[in-house]
């Protein structure tokens, strides 16, 4: 497989336009914010108290205190709104190649964003976070590999419960606001869903860490008001995330797993799947592109995280080595398989 490379230009572009959603999402707490930092267990951590917030959830959480998060505070303080500079990236970004959702998905991404979503550490997860890939390394991603008509939300449940913050509305009220007609698909306990359909098909799904071997069908997410469908490995997938642009309109900012876990993961996945699952294949192709993509960039995190996966037990073993045995030589050697 070969990838072509961006030019430097596109990829401090996507930067730059991550940077600027960042602050933005800041900016939407308005003039007079004031900022709180608390300690929990000998980390410290950030919270916006908002003049605009009232009621009992008057303040909203921002995140684990890193030089990054410092720094956007900083410069959310002196920032002024810049709507039609980043529309401007983004198209610029579009214009290059990367890719984007389609109008539905991103509506809903951003609908999520202005919820609050993704500042309660939600993530994209399945080929919507994969679309995003292309633009943080730096490369065109093959197109076949992209395509998709759903999309997969993820959270930590640990995360979830630990958070004393949450969304306002419902996980459904929030995707009717992008689409009026999405309603719950029940599952077999009343009262729960961790599924949400359009008449014509396009679904929302949440998931979730699964916790033991006797999982329920479903998890509660208190701070994304949903519930969610627990699944194995999430917990390897979700345990290092990143920011991420989505390109549409100005712009949305949301957090994917880091691109070594996504392929790591998705070679597991493959292996799961039924084999007239079309899905198999697409698994492998985005693994594929990823082990390429990170062999020239950053061969030391495909490393660390195929290491991790391998020795997490005999289960997690046979379905890599039977994953990488469908792989070419140069991706088997880049993983040091």
């Known amino acids: ?18 940077d600027q ?13 004031s900022f709180l930092r608390r300690e929990r267990k000998g980390r410290f951590y950030w919270y916006v108290r908002s003049p605009q917030v009232r009621g009992e959830r008057n303040e909203r959480y921002l995140g684990l205190e890193t030089p990054e998060l ?12 810049a709507v039609e500079g980043r529309r401007m990236i983004v198209r610029s970004l ?30 994209v997860v399945g080929t919507v976070a994969f679309q995003t890939y292309g633009a943080l390394l730096g490369f065109t991603l093959p197109a076949q590999a992209v395509r998709t008509g759903d999309l997969d939300i993820a959270q930590d449940y640990g995360v ?26 029940p599952k077999l306990d009343p009262g729960k869903s961790a599924t949400y359909r359009t008449p014509d098909g396009y679904a929302v799904d949440v998931l979730t860490t699964s916790r033991d071997a006797g999982d329920a069908e479903t998890s509660r997410l208190t701070a994304l008001n949903t519930d969610a469908t627990p ?24 957090r994917v797993p880091a691109p070594a876990r996504f392929a790591v993961h998705k070679l597991m996945i493959s292996r799961k799947r039924g084999q007239a699952n079309p ?9 594929q592109a990823l082990i390429h993509a990170l062999s020239a960039d950053d061969p030391f995190a495909l490393r660390e995280a195929y290491a991790e996966a391998y020795g997490r037990g005999e289960g ?3 379905l890599l080595d039977e994953a990488v045995s469908l792989l070419p030589e140069t991706a088997r050697v880049a993983l040091d398989a």
């Open 316 to 318: 997690w073993r046979k």
């Open 160 to 185: 979830s419960i630990a958070l004393d913050d949450a969304l306002d509305l419902s996980f459904l009220d929030v995707l009717r606001g992008a689409d009026p007609a999405f309603t719950a698909v």
């Open 94 to 123: 579009r214009g290059a190649g990367l890719h984007a959702p389609d109008d539905r998905t991103g509506r809903i991404l951003r609908a999520l964003s202005v919820a609050g979503a993704f500042r309660l550490r939600a993530v």
């Open 231 to 254: 699944l194995r490995f999430m917990d390897f997938l979700l345990r290092e995330t990143v920011d991420a642009a989505i390109l549409h309109e100005d712009g949305v900012l949301v």
């Open 21 to 33: 959603l960042r602050i933005a999402q800041i900016e939407t707490f308005g003039r007079g914010a």
């Open 279 to 287: 899905k198999r294949r697409k698994d492998l192709e985005q693994a």
């Open 70 to 81: 410092l720094a956007t505070i900083e410069a959310a303080k002196a920032s002024k709104t």
């Open 1 to 18: 497989m070969t990838l072509q490379r961006l030019p430097l230009a596109i990829h401090t572009n996507v930067a730059d336009l991550i």
